[in-house]
Structure formats: C-alpha cells, structure tokens
C-alpha cells in the first residue's frame, strides 16, 4: 500500500503544474471542420472538391470525406450542394476550450483529475517518473533512443512476480502529433496495471506475472510539442524534407521497413504529404530506435501484444494494412479476440461506444511501412494491433478534454479483458482465463 500512497502523491504537484494553453487556436478562428458524404459518388465529390484549397483530415475517403475549409471558402463550399454535416464551426474555439479546461484541485488516492485535462509535454515526463517511484522494485524508466529534434523517447517498463523476462506487450502512443487523446489513454493503462499491482487486484497481478509491459506514450515528442506551440492539427515528426524540399517531416507509421513503398496507396513520396514515408525504410531517429527495441524484445523474450495507439475513428485493426486482400494465417485469433475487445469497450461505456474491427487494408484504407504489420511480420507479435480512439467524427482529432476519462475507461476495461484472451487455450473453446 505504501507504494500506492506515493504513487498518488508524486502526482499532486503534476496537477496544479502547466495545463496546455494553446498558442495556435487562433490561426484557425472561422475554420469550419465538415464531414462530407462520398459513397457511391466519391469521384464527382472529389471533382467538385479539387476547385476548393483545404486541409483533408481523414484517409476514408470511400464513405466520407473530413475536411478542414478555411473561412474565406466556406461559401464556395456550400455552393457546391455536397451532402455534409459539420463537425467544427469554428475550430479555433474547439481548440481553445480543448486546451483551457482548468484542473488545479489536489489529486488524491484514487483521484482522476490528471485525466480532466490535457497537458503540457515536460508534464507528461514527470508523470511518467512519478509512475516509476511508486513501484520502484518493478519498473525501470527505458528509451527507445531520441527523436530527430534531441528529445528522450521516454517509456516504461513494468513486470512482476518472478522480475523481469517475460513476454512482452508494448504499447505506443502519440505516434501522429496531433493525436492528443493516445498519450492520456496509453498512462491511465498504465497507472491502472501498477495500482491495480500494488492493490493486490487478482486479475491485474496475474497479467503483470504473466507479461513485461513496454509503455511509451509519446512516440513522436517533437510533433507533438510542435501541436502545442506552432501548429495543433501537426501530423508527423519535425525532420526536414530532402534536397530542397522547404517541407518538414515523415510520416512515423508510414517509415517501418515491413511493406514500405509496397503499395502506391499505402503512403506518398512527396515531403509535403501529410503521409510522406521517407526516402527509405526506417530513415526517422525515432523508427530506428522503436524497431530497435522491437527485435531486441523478439529476440529475447518474444512478443506477446503490440497495440498502436491512434486516433480517431473508433477501430481496431489487425494487420494486413499494405495490402487490402491479403490475409495473415492469424487473423481468425485477431478477429475473435477483436471481437471480444469491441464488445467489453460498448458494454462497459455510458456512451455505448462502438469499435469496428477487421484487417487495415480491408477494413480501413491502405497503409504502407506501418507499425502492426511491421511488429507482426518482423517482430514476430502474437498479436499485433492498430487502435484508432474516439470519436467518429463529432470532434475527430480535437476531442474535447471531457471525454479523456471515459475514452480512458472503456480501453481498460478492453485492455483487461484482451490481455486474458491471449492464451491459446481461448482460442481453443476452453475460453479466456477471467
């Protein structure tokens, strides 16, 4: 109990710390977001669309199309007569209130209130060293290596009874910058496996003796500073474009070596897209230190579950992403297991919330170079998954901070029930060890 205690209150000073104020909110006063119909009429939407100058949020472009329209276009649009509906009147306020909802209070034993808000990068560091205090004889602080801007690529790493060397699960956050929601889901897990440990919960203290946890919550540190003072809709890390290219920064999940530029809709060769994958396979600082972690583990203790952690969409997926119609020999495993996922996450949420689920490719849209397939056919995972959060497209990446406790919530419950499906005799009919 002692480590508990000390747990919770390394975390009181982190919440009366530095809560995000956005610096960037009003670059986008007017921005309208709008989500608009494509299905059957995808080619004569995109035409009607190519007379406009846009920012395009979302890749699913065969049922709808999220869209972010500056105000000095907002007319034209609405000329066009597309079938929409708007997520964002005005994104500036969206992204002001996002990053002004105070949470000063101090956090007690069992207090949520580091998860009301949304917070300031060094922050999250203190939080994770707070995390690694409280359960000091069965943690260490790890490092994937730094970004291409100098920052740690900071993580955690939890085991159990026994010390450490057993399978491992890994769970990466914050891998797309303006993804916010990931890094407060990804450390409410982890906070819940280490209170849970030290509170002698049975089923937490089981998974914690069965696996070592591999947890960092924010992949892409520069990026995701980059949201907080320059630009909140950032997307990938901040490394300079090639040659003369004046364009910044590759896409973190289009990098993996595995199916890199394998598919010409899977990721883009140009600096300036927002999917550019790099002038080769792992050519980011921060995908050569995960990928090398990723085969150390495999190479040692092997990997039970990888998870990457995304926004939004309300998905989880399991490889293949880089080609559409083909099937890995595990994904009858994957989708049961999914499966039980997607309902634990709806029963176990006020707001009913529904999960799709399949393979990337087929399910999604194509994705190149990405993690799951990487950490699947390279790093051997039993299981290996992209989890795209909430929502479906009320708010997308600007989730108002409200809804961090509830998305964080409903992934425990998951998260609890996935981790005791993952051994075989589940998938046996002798069903999962509960």
Not at 335 to 354: C, N, P, W
Not at 418 to 434: I, V, Y
Request: charged content about 20%; proline content about 5%; hydrophobic content about 30%.
């Amino acid at each position: 109990m002692m480590n508990f205690v000390l747990l919770s209150s390394l975390a009181i000073s982190l919440v009366a710390g530095a809560i995000v104020r956005s610096p960037n909110a009003e670059p986008y006063d007017g921005y309208q977001v709008l989500r608009v119909k494509t299905g059957h009429h995808l080619k004569a939407v995109k035409e009607k669309l190519s007379t406009l100058s846009f920012e395009k949020w979302n890749h699913d472009i065969d049922r709808y199309i999220d869209i972010c329209l500056p105000p000095d276009q907002v007319g034209a649009f609405e000329a066009l007569g597309l079938d929409y509906h708007t997520m964002h009147e005005n994104l500036g306020q969206s992204i002001d209130s996002e990053s002004r909802k105070d949470c000063f209070s101090k956090r007690q034993n069992g207090d949520n209130s580091w998860y009301d808000s949304y917070h300031d990068y060094n922050d999250h560091i203190k939080l994770f060293e707070g995390f690694q205090k409280g359960f000091s004889n069965q943690s260490e602080i790890i490092s994937s290596g730094t970004s291409y801007e100098g920052r740690d690529i900071y993580g955690l790493h939890l085991w159990g009874a026994g010390g450490k060397g057993k399978p491992a699960v890994i769970y990466h956050g914050t891998v797309h910058a303006r993804e916010w929601i990931t890094t407060p889901v990804v450390e409410y897990i982890t906070e819940q496996l280490i209170t849970g440990y030290t509170g002698g919960d049975a089923l937490v203290t089981s998974l914690l003796d069965s696996y070592d946890f591999y947890i960092i919550p924010i992949v892409n540190p520069d990026g995701f500073v980059y949201t907080q003072t320059n630009e909140r809709l950032w997307r990938k890390n901040r490394q300079p474009g090639p040659g003369n290219s004046t364009c910044f920064g590759r896409d973190i999940n289009r990098n993996w070596e595995f199916g890199w530029n394998s598919n010409p809709r899977g990721a883009s060769n140009d600096p300036c897209s927002e999917t550019y994958q790099g002038e080769a396979a792992s050519d980011t600082p921060e995908n050569k230190g995960l990928d090398t972690l990723v085969r150390k583990l495999r190479d040692t203790v092997g990997i039970k579950l990888y998870i990457d952690w995304h926004s939004y969409g309300q998905y989880i997926l399991s490889p293949y992403g880089y080609n559409e119609t083909l099937y890995a020999p595990e994904l009858g495993k994957w989708t049961k297991a999914a499966s039980m996922l997607s309902q634990t996450i709806r029963d176990s949420s006020d707001a009913k919330t529904t999960f799709t689920f399949g393979p990337s490719g087929a399910t999604l849209y194509t994705t190149t170079g990405a993690a799951p397939d990487h950490v699947y056919s390279i790093g051997g995972a039993d299981f290996s998954y992209t989890i795209e959060l909430r929502d479906t497209g009320n708010f997308g990446f600007i989730l108002p901070p409200d809804q961090i406790l509830g998305a964080a919530k409903e992934q425990w419950e998951g998260q609890k029930v996935l981790l005791s499906l993952l051994e075989e005799k589940f998938f046996d009919g002798q069903g999962p060890a509960m």
